[in-house]
């Protein structure tokens, strides 16, 4: 049973317009969520979290909504560029553990 | 210092060989993690160890087997390895452990096994 899901396995955006990759959970009792972006032959790179007492949380181009009550959270990134292009991964944990329950992914790939 | 690294970067093994993976951290980091992730799909855990003391692991089959020496440095011990193990092995660390704790990758081990 996946808990963390993302069903867009690819996004294209046009350089300088909006990306927006979205995330779907099951499990109400995960209280933080982070977004790792991931290039080929590379580990996860940390890029934004966000702690179930807020619903957004901004960091330069990046931004991340949750809605709780939809168990829905998004990534909003503005203006988006080429070296944005990579595999997003939304990921989950629950009330204090150190486990990490992963999306499978979205492909984003931003055109020049 | 604010990277993990990995070492090897590539692994081809055969079933009976003996092998070790090496991940070491100087952030002062007291919480690290290995992770296995297979082609298009997302990292699963498998060990965390917290403080230097195992405290998850994911019912990971005994051939694989986690050492942390110190709280910088975090091991695991391949034996007897079958070919579908052949993933991408991240390991990971954040600064004290917890739900509420960013966790930092390494760049991963490729593992091929023969």
């Known amino acids: 049973d996946q808990q963390v899901k993302q069903n867009s396995p690819s996004l294209s955006v046009q350089e300088g317009r909006i990306s927006i990759l979205n995330c779907d959970y099951t499990?109400?009792?995960?209280?933080?969520f982070l977004w790792y972006k991931k290039y080929p032959a590379e580990g996860p790179t940390f890029l934004i979290s966000?702690?179930?007492?807020?619903d957004k949380n901004e960091d330069g181009r990046f931004t991340v909504f949750l809605n709780k009550s939809a168990k829905h959270l998004s990534l909003h990134i503005v203006p988006s560029q080429p070296g944005d292009s990579a595999v997003y991964f939304c990921?989950?944990?629950?009330?204090?553990?150190?486990?990490?329950?992963f999306g499978k992914g979205t492909k984003l790939t931003v055109n020049p | 210092d604010t990277e993990v690294t990995q070492t090897p970067k590539h692994l081809v093994m055969g079933m009976t060989n003996k092998k070790s993976l090496k991940c070491e951290q100087h952030?002062?980091?007291?919480?690290m993690y290995w992770y296995k992730q297979k082609a298009k799909k997302p990292p699963e855990l498998m060990f965390v160890?917290?403080?230097?003391?195992?405290?998850i692991n994911e019912s990971v089959p005994s051939r694989f087997s986690p050492e942390c020496p110190n709280s910088s440095l975090l091991n695991l011990h391949l034996h007897a390895l079958q070919p579908e193990d052949s993933a991408l092995y991240l390991c990971?660390?954040?600064?004290?452990?917890?739900?509420?704790?960013?966790?930092?990758f390494g760049p991963g081990t490729r593992l091929t096994v023969l």
């Open positions: 499990n109400s009792m995960f209280d933080y």
């Open positions: 966000i702690s179930s007492i807020k």
């Open positions: 990971a660390s954040s600064p004290k452990g917890g739900g509420t704790d960013t966790q930092y």
């Open positions: 952030m002062g980091h007291r919480a």
């Open positions: 160890y917290s403080y230097e003391k195992l405290s």
């Open positions: 990921a989950a944990s629950l009330g204090g553990s150190e486990k990490l329950v």
